[in-house]
C-alpha cells in the first residue's frame, strides 16, 4: 500500500492532520493501535484556547462546539478566605472553551469518516522504517491479522507517549528533558451540575483543587494527592469532603453541590520535551514529543499547535518540493513548546503544596501579586487564553 503522508495515532492530533492535509488534496492513511471506541471515549482534557476554537471554525468542525461548548471569560484563583476572577476577555481580548476532548476527537472522526479516510484500528506491532532515507514505510499487523506495509513520502508521529515514533528517533541526534512532580490529581467525573461558572484553581495547605466542568449537568474536579495513591483508598464521602474543605464550601456564602461519581483516577504530573521534532522524513507532533501537567490546560492545544504547524510544512514539501517550512518545523514548534511548558510548570508549581512552610509563603505571594497586579494577571491570561498559532 502507498500514501503520501502515514499517520500514526488517531487521537485529535492525528485526525486533525489527516484533515487538514486533504483540504490541500493530500492522502494519508492513519494507523490506530486502540478501537475505535476506545478513541471516541476515554476521557481527556476540556478546556480549549482560542486559537484552536479559531481553527476548527475555519475549517468547518466549530458548529457543535459552538452550540453544545461553554464559553468562559476567564478563571477563579483561591486561596483560603479569598477568590479572585481573572478575566481574559477584559485582559487579552481572548476567552476559552469548556469543550473535552472527547467531543473534538468525535468531531473529527465524524469528519475523516464522511470524507472516506482510510483508518487502521487495532492494530499490533507498529514499526517504522527507513525514515532517514526517501523512501520511509510503516509496518502492522491489522486487526485480522494481516501484516501491511504502508510506503509514503512523510511519516507522521501522533502516537503519544508509548507508540514507536518517539523511539524511532536516534539516540546520536535525540534529546530529552524531564521533570517528575512529587504529587499526582485524583480526578473524579460526577453526574452533578457545576456549582461554579467558571474553573476554580485552589491553593490550600491540605493540598491543590480543581473545580472544573465537562457540561452543564456533569462536573470535573480534582484533587492534589500524593503520587502512588491508590484510588480505591478515596471513598466518594472522603473526596467530597476534601473538595468542600480546599474548594471553601461555606465561605461567602458559596456551597460546594456533591453528586453520584461516575469516574475516579490517579493522573501522575510531568514535564517532558523530546527534540528534535523531526528526523528525516519522520514529523512528530503532540505527546509524541512532549507532555505538561494538566495544570495550565495546555497537552491539546499544544497538539492542535502543533498540527497546524505541520500541515502547510508537509503541503509545501509535497506540492511544492519546497523544504524550507519542513525543515523548520522543529525550531518553530519548540519555541511554543517550551513556552506552554514553562506556563504549565509554573501553574502547577504556584498551586501545589508541600511540607516547606517557606515554599508556602511564596505561593501565596505570587498568588497575590497575580490576582491584584494587572501584570501579573495578563500575563495568566495571556498565556492560559492561548498565544497565536504560529508563535
Given at each position: 500500500?502507498?500514501?503520501?503522508?502515514?499517520?500514526?495515532?488517531?487521537g485529535p492530533a492525528g485526525l486533525l492532520l489527516s484533515?487538514?492535509?486533504?483540504?490541500?488534496?493530500?492522502?494519508?492513511?492513519?494507523?490506530?493501535?486502540?478501537?475505535?471506541?476506545?478513541?471516541?471515549?476515554?476521557?481527556?482534557?476540556?478546556?480549549?484556547?482560542?486559537?484552536?476554537?479559531?481553527?476548527?471554525?475555519?475549517?468547518?468542525?466549530?458548529?457543535?462546539?459552538?452550540?453544545?461548548?461553554?464559553?468562559?471569560?476567564?478563571?477563579?484563583?483561591?486561596?483560603?478566605?479569598?477568590?479572585?476572577?481573572?478575566?481574559?476577555?477584559?485582559?487579552?481580548?481572548?476567552?476559552?472553551?469548556?469543550?473535552?476532548?472527547?467531543?473534538?476527537?468525535?468531531?473529527?472522526?465524524?469528519?475523516?469518516?464522511?470524507?472516506?479516510?482510510?483508518?487502521?484500528?487495532?492494530?499490533?506491532?507498529?514499526?517504522v522504517h527507513e525514515v532517514d532515507t526517501e523512501s520511509?514505510?510503516?509496518?502492522?499487523?491489522?486487526?485480522?491479522?494481516?501484516?501491511?506495509?504502508?510506503?509514503a513520502a512523510v511519516i507522521a508521529g501522533c502516537d503519544?507517549?508509548?507508540?514507536?515514533?518517539?523511539?524511532?528517533?536516534?539516540?546520536?541526534?535525540?534529546?530529552?528533558?524531564?521533570?517528575?512532580?512529587?504529587?499526582?490529581?485524583?480526578?473524579?467525573?460526577?453526574?452533578?451540575?457545576?456549582?461554579?461558572?467558571?474553573?476554580?484553581?485552589?491553593?490550600?495547605?491540605?493540598?491543590?483543587?480543581?473545580?472544573?466542568?465537562?457540561?452543564?449537568?456533569?462536573?470535573?474536579?480534582?484533587?492534589?494527592?500524593?503520587?502512588?495513591?491508590?484510588?480505591?483508598?478515596?471513598?466518594?464521602?472522603?473526596?467530597?469532603?476534601?473538595?468542600?474543605?480546599?474548594?471553601?464550601?461555606?465561605?461567602?456564602?458559596?456551597?460546594?453541590?456533591?453528586?453520584?461519581?461516575?469516574?475516579?483516577?490517579?493522573?501522575?504530573?510531568?514535564?517532558?520535551?523530546?527534540?528534535?521534532?523531526?528526523?528525516?522524513?519522520?514529523?512528530?507532533?503532540?505527546?509524541?514529543?512532549?507532555?505538561?501537567?494538566?495544570?495550565?490546560?495546555?497537552?491539546?492545544?499544544?497538539?492542535?499547535?502543533?498540527?497546524?504547524?505541520?500541515?502547510?510544512?508537509?503541503?509545501?514539501?509535497?506540492?511544492?518540493?519546497?523544504?524550507?517550512?519542513?525543515?523548520?518545523?522543529?525550531?518553530?514548534?519548540?519555541?511554543?513548546?517550551?513556552?506552554?511548558?514553562?506556563?504549565?510548570?509554573?501553574?502547577?508549581?504556584?498551586?501545589?503544596?508541600?511540607?516547606?512552610?517557606?515554599?508556602?509563603?511564596?505561593?501565596?505571594?505570587?498568588?497575590?501579586?497575580?490576582?491584584?497586579?494587572?501584570?501579573?494577571?495578563?500575563?495568566?491570561?495571556?498565556?492560559?487564553?492561548?498565544?497565536?498559532?504560529?508563535?
Open positions: 500500500m502507498r500514501t503520501e503522508v502515514a499517520i500514526i495515532g488517531a484533515h487538514l492535509l486533504a483540504e490541500q488534496g493530500i492522502d494519508s492513511v492513519v494507523i490506530e493501535t486502540r478501537s475505535q471506541d476506545y478513541v471516541l471515549s476515554r476521557i481527556r482534557a476540556g478546556i480549549l484556547e482560542h486559537s484552536t476554537v479559531q481553527l476548527l471554525d475555519d475549517i468547518g468542525l466549530g458548529t457543535r462546539l459552538r452550540a453544545e461548548g461553554q464559553q468562559h471569560r476567564g478563571i477563579y484563583l483561591q486561596w483560603p478566605e479569598e477568590r479572585h476572577h481573572i478575566d481574559f476577555t477584559e485582559l487579552v481580548d481572548r476567552s476559552v472553551w469548556v469543550y473535552g476532548q472527547t467531543e473534538v476527537t468525535k468531531d473529527l472522526a465524524a469528519a475523516r469518516e464522511a470524507a472516506g479516510q482510510q483508518i487502521f484500528y487495532e492494530v499490533t506491532d507498529t514499526a520511509p514505510y510503516v509496518s502492522f499487523v491489522d486487526s485480522s491479522g494481516r501484516h501491511v506495509r504502508i510506503d503519544g507517549s508509548f507508540g514507536p515514533s518517539r523511539a524511532a528517533v536516534p539516540d546520536r541526534v535525540r534529546q530529552t528533558w524531564e521533570r517528575t512532580y512529587p504529587y499526582s490529581w485524583l480526578g473524579v467525573l460526577a453526574d452533578v451540575a457545576p456549582s461554579t461558572d467558571e474553573l476554580i484553581y485552589a491553593w490550600h495547605s491540605d493540598g491543590f483543587a480543581m473545580h472544573s466542568m465537562r457540561s452543564a449537568t456533569v462536573s470535573r474536579l480534582y484533587l492534589q494527592v500524593p503520587n502512588g495513591t491508590d484510588v480505591n483508598t478515596w471513598s466518594d464521602d472522603r473526596i467530597w469532603d476534601a473538595l468542600s474543605t480546599r474548594l471553601g464550601h461555606g465561605q461567602n456564602g458559596w456551597t460546594l453541590q456533591p453528586g453520584p461519581i461516575t469516574d475516579k483516577s490517579v493522573l501522575p504530573m510531568r514535564s517532558y520535551v523530546q527534540t528534535p521534532m523531526r528526523h528525516g522524513r519522520l514529523f512528530l507532533a503532540g505527546d509524541a514529543a512532549h507532555i505538561v501537567p494538566p495544570t495550565g490546560a495546555k497537552g491539546l492545544n499544544l497538539a492542535v499547535a502543533d498540527v497546524a504547524t505541520l500541515a502547510p510544512a508537509l503541503t509545501a514539501l509535497l506540492r511544492k518540493n519546497d523544504g524550507s517550512l519542513a525543515d523548520s518545523y522543529s525550531d518553530d514548534a519548540l519555541r511554543r513548546v517550551w513556552r506552554c511548558t514553562h506556563f504549565s510548570w509554573w501553574m502547577t508549581t504556584m498551586l501545589h503544596t508541600s511540607d516547606d512552610p517557606f515554599d508556602a509563603q511564596l505561593q501565596l505571594s505570587q498568588l497575590r501579586w497575580v490576582a491584584g497586579s494587572e501584570a501579573g494577571a495578563t500575563g495568566l491570561a495571556e498565556n492560559y487564553a492561548g498565544l497565536p498559532i504560529g508563535f
